[in-house]
């Protein structure tokens, strides 16, 4: 059963003030409704008492531009040659003036083409730009944990220092209708370099003494200064790689974070929880367990588009069973098909290969894996397992051919929530560093390395 979304009741609409009257502001706010509530006629409202979020949104032009076809360089909100050439294309394509600036009429089209491809998607925050009053990007947390966060929105154009504004929001619960959990909100705007320009107060925005995470949204960029100054306050800097612009240069760039000691947390790495349980289950029992040294042939189907759930569960599998990554080979077409050979420690070859799957009916996360089988060339071997999503995606598995048939088959329950707001809740739970993503994109980075070298 999904929960009703709860009413949202407003503390405080936002409300445009300078910088420096940030905390001034909404220490205002508090004391106008009153910790105990208003006369009885509102419940006690909780303030913001157990971390500060800071969320970085992707440039909307850039982000528009990237959805549609028109750019692929990074959403760092820097109005340069690349996306001023994408600019200029789609002036070009819809008659419109070629300035190379994202103006009011060429921001009207981008986004009116977006709405016209991506009909229903709107409430997952893709385009919250035009909308910054809303307080739903935060919901999924402020049920559950009174914070603050501070949302920052890069934008396009002549640098016009930074505008601010302060909100405060709190879910009403029937279930909880003694206290409001409230979230407070901060939002930011102005050009990447304005943004650049204040980083050094956000420190004094943070509650003291309380977890901070940093949420970053657009491209993960080890030499973006904000990130930088912004990473070294937080204890914990979560990404989410089914948005990746560029899977395998991003997860490059997470493994250079990782190597600079940045505690890093991936919310699409929380999505394959499900395959790595069943896996691991199917090699419970001893003479299973004794067979896993058996496997040298492992298929991974996911849907076309974004490898990086299945280059993250094969640096899981092999970080996990100490497989040395050797080459990597990649295959045009209309699968998308991504052929990596290990050597164990005892020498013996395995081969892998990920195939992304032209699939009609696209999920709302990019990439998700269909199916996956490990398998042996040795025929005596009890290590064939096949642990698929649909019924379609075992059939394909149980049809690759090998010399060892399937002896498990099991099917993945899919999370009962996949969106980023819900991962995001359960993320901000824990925080620091996470050795076992930090192993498996280790050995992700180390097959990404090989590409062509072979």
């Known amino acids: 059963m999904t929960s009703q979304a709860p009413t949202i009741f407003s503390l405080q609409a936002p409300k445009d003030i300078s910088l420096t009257e940030i905390e001034a502001e909404l220490n205002q706010i508090w004391q106008s409704y009153g910790i105990a509530g208003d006369d009885g006629a509102l419940p006690a409202a909780t303030r913001a008492t157990t971390f500060t979020l800071v969320v970085y949104e ?120 003694s206290t409001l959990i409230c979230c407070e909100y901060i939002t930011l705007s102005g050009t990447a370099s304005a943004l650049e320009r204040i980083g050094g107060m956000i420190p004094a925005l943070l509650i003291g003494g309380l977890p901070k995470f940093l949420w970053w949204k ?148 990019a990439g998700d894996l269909i199916a996956l089988r490990l398998s042996s060339t040795n025929p005596q071997a009890d290590c064939g397992t096949v642990i698929c999503s649909e019924t379609g995606g075992c059939m394909r598995m149980e049809t690759h051919g090998g010399a060892q048939s399937a002896g498990l088959f099991q099917q993945v329950s899919s999370l009962s929530e996949q969106k980023a707001e819900a991962l995001l809740s359960q993320q901000v739970q824990r925080w620091g560093h996470e050795s076992l993503f930090e192993d498996s994109l280790g050995v992700t980075a180390k097959v990404l390395n090989l590409a062509g070298k072979n």
């Open 58 to 177: 992707p440039e909307e032009t850039q982000y528009l531009l990237a959805t549609l076809g028109f750019y692929n360089g990074p959403m760092d909100g820097i109005l340069g040659p690349q996306t001023q050439a994408a600019i200029r294309e789609v002036q070009r394509k819809f008659e419109l003036p070629e300035t190379g600036n994202a103006n009011p009429e060429t921001l009207a089209v981008l986004r009116e083409q977006f709405t016209k491809g991506h009909r229903g998607s709107a409430g997952d925050g893709a385009v919250s730009y035009a909308d910054t009053a809303s307080p739903r990007i935060a919901d999924e947390i402020a049920i559950r944990n009174p914070c603050r966060i501070i949302a920052l929105f890069p934008i396009a154009g002549e640098d016009e220092g930074v505008k601010a504004q302060v909100s405060a929001y709190c879910p009403i619960q029937k279930q909880s209708s």
């Open 218 to 365: 657009a491209t993960p960029d080890p030499n973006n200064s904000l990130f930088k100054k912004l990473a070294a306050i937080c204890n914990n800097v979560i990404v989410d790689s089914c948005n990746f612009n560029k899977p395998e240069s991003d997860l490059l760039s997470l493994q250079e974070l990782v190597e600079t000691g940045v505690p890093l947390a991936d919310l699409n790495w929380r999505r394959l929880s499900a395959w790595q349980e069943l896996t691991a289950q199917a090699y419970d029992s001893p003479n299973r367990c004794a067979a896993l040294k058996e496997i040298d042939r492992v298929n991974i189907d996911y849907e076309k588009g974004n490898p990086t759930q299945a280059l993250l569960f094969l640096g899981w599998l092999a970080s996990r069973l100490q497989w040395v990554p050797v080459s990597y080979q990649k295959e045009s077409g209309d699968y998308e098909i991504g052929k990596i050979r290990f050597v164990t420690n005892d020498q013996k070859q395995v081969e892998a290969e990920l195939a992304g799957v032209p699939v009609a009916d696209v999920g709302e996360i």
